[in-house]
């Protein structure tokens, strides 16, 4: 059987709303329960911290990519399998990106999104062709899907984003993804 690892971006805030935290909880069950390995920032705070927690409490496997210059910022994770401290944040999203098969997005600050757009870049790029799919909980990135429908719609994207792009609002909606990648 083949390692499958799912690279989760998001916040190391908790943001204003529980719902943020319940689903980074929720989706931290549904890796570990499908024997996915998790791979994620490397924090112990905010969402990143709830996820990494909800992963490990049900027996999941997870590593995080921390650069050196956010060690203190973010707090390194006491409890996870494996750490890898980074030269910086180019080379953690790399890394991040070279050892999974998925990216998801939560909710979360200019961190995630700088990552976001990154993998959508190297996507359009063809530097890989990892599916994305962005948890929009709450409608957090309402704004965001109506902008990039925008830069599509003004003829600013080489490709459609919905080739390597998806939205969901419950991470129980990647399912059918974690299916994809185990079978």
């Known amino acids: 059987m083949k390692k499958i690892s799912v690279a989760v971006f998001c916040g190391s805030r908790s943001g204003a709303k529980p719902e943020y935290q319940q689903h980074a909880r929720l989706l931290g069950e549904i890796i570990a329960r499908r024997k996915i390995h998790l791979i994620y920032g490397g924090g112990s705070s905010g969402l990143m911290g709830v996820l990494a927690d909800a992963c490990l409490a049900n027996g999941g496997h997870v590593t995080g990519y921390i650069p050196q210059i956010l060690l203190d910022k973010e707090k390194k994770h006491p409890n996870i399998q494996e750490i890898i401290v980074c030269k910086d944040m180019h080379e953690r999203k790399r890394k991040m990106f ?22 959508i870049t190297w996507n359009q790029l063809t530097i890989h062709d990892i599916p994305i799919c962005i948890v929009n909980t709450c409608g957090f990135y309402d704004s965001l899907k109506q902008h990039i429908d925008v830069m599509h719609r003004e003829d600013f994207l080489y490709t459609n984003p919905q080739e390597a792009l998806s939205f969901v609002n419950d991470p129980q909606e990647l399912e059918n993804y974690f299916s994809r990648l185990v079978s």
């Open 98 to 119: 070279e050892h999974s098969q998925l990216a998801v997005i939560l909710p979360g600050g200019f961190g995630t999104l700088d990552e976001l757009f990154e993998m």
